[in-house]
């Protein structure tokens, strides 16, 4: 199984990137995509997940609260592409920004879907800068 995130780059405050997962060895729809980012020096933070099978219809997306209305992930039809876009982006949301994905379907119960304990594979990372 490999994650391999693209999409990075610089962009001015207020605007618009759209950070892509592709996956070798699973689909997102039996193995839901998560998407986390990490600022040097500090602890990963999650930043978006899916509960149930990413394009199911038990699927429920979660955000932080500090992307919740600018953040919204997708997917393509085959179910190996994801896709994170990120409107409106602050420099505080510079960052390394990391996709993974579980190793299981639905997730359902627990206080934090988005919690890393849950996922199993994880991409190597892409680079969001956001200058003011």
């Known amino acids: 199984v490999q994650l391999q995130a693209s999409g990075g780059g610089l962009v001015q405050a207020g605007g618009s990137l759209t950070l892509s997962c592709t996956a070798s060895?699973?689909?997102?729809?039996?193995?839901?995509v998560a998407w986390f980012r990490r600022v040097p020096g500090k602890e990963r933070e999650e930043v978006s997940c899916f509960s149930g099978r990413d394009g199911g219809t038990g699927a429920r997306a979660h955000y932080s609260n500090s992307v919740k209305g600018r953040f919204a992930m997708s997917s393509d039809s085959t179910m190996k592409i994801a896709y994170l876009e990120m409107k409106n982006l602050q420099p505080s949301d510079t960052a390394v920004y990391y996709c993974?994905?579980?190793?299981?379907?639905?997730?359902?119960?627990?206080?934090?879907?988005?919690?890393?304990?849950?996922?199993?594979?994880w991409g190597q990372g892409t680079q969001v800068t956001v200058s003011s």
């Open positions: 993974a994905a579980r190793s299981f379907p639905q997730l359902e119960g627990v206080n934090n879907p988005c919690s890393d304990f849950f996922y199993t594979y």
């Open positions: 060895g699973i689909t997102f729809d039996e193995n839901p």
